[in-house]
Nanobody, 121 residues
């Protein structure tokens, strides 16, 4: 069973920085691809960044050059360093991964509870 817990959100002024953390429990963290999503009020949840088990990273166009995703497989933790924050980055940020218990089994999505990021002066 995978459990994810985000932390690090808060209120920051435009141009500021925050670092989000996602702590994962359960086995096999190093073998899991991990993602950060966000959901603003009235909007659909969108993927912000991904890091594969091999360390490859992908970013949404809206955050390229400003956000950095990373992982620490010793601490079972994923991070999202967010710089040059804009009011448009205001959202609840979620940690996500998927598991597949058996070959014939469907993918199971796992989500954290989310952490609020508010960018405002």
């Amino acid at each position: 069973q995978v459990q994810l817990e985000e932390s690090g959100g808060g209120l920051v002024q435009p141009g500021g920085s925050l670092r989000l953390s996602c702590s994962a429990s359960g086995r096999g963290f190093s073998r899991k691809d991990m993602d950060w999503y966000r959901q603003a009020p009235g909007s659909q949840r969108e993927k912000v960044a991904s890091v594969t088990s091999g360390g490859n990273v992908i970013y949404a166009d809206a955050v390229k050059g400003r956000f950095t995703i990373s992982r620490d497989n010793i601490r079972n933790t994923m991070y999202l360093q967010m710089n040059s924050l804009k009011p448009a980055d205001t959202a609840v940020y979620y940690c996500h991964t998927s598991t597949k218990p058996c070959i014939e089994c469907p993918l199971i999505d796992h989500w954290g509870q989310g952490t609020q990021v508010t960018v405002s002066s």
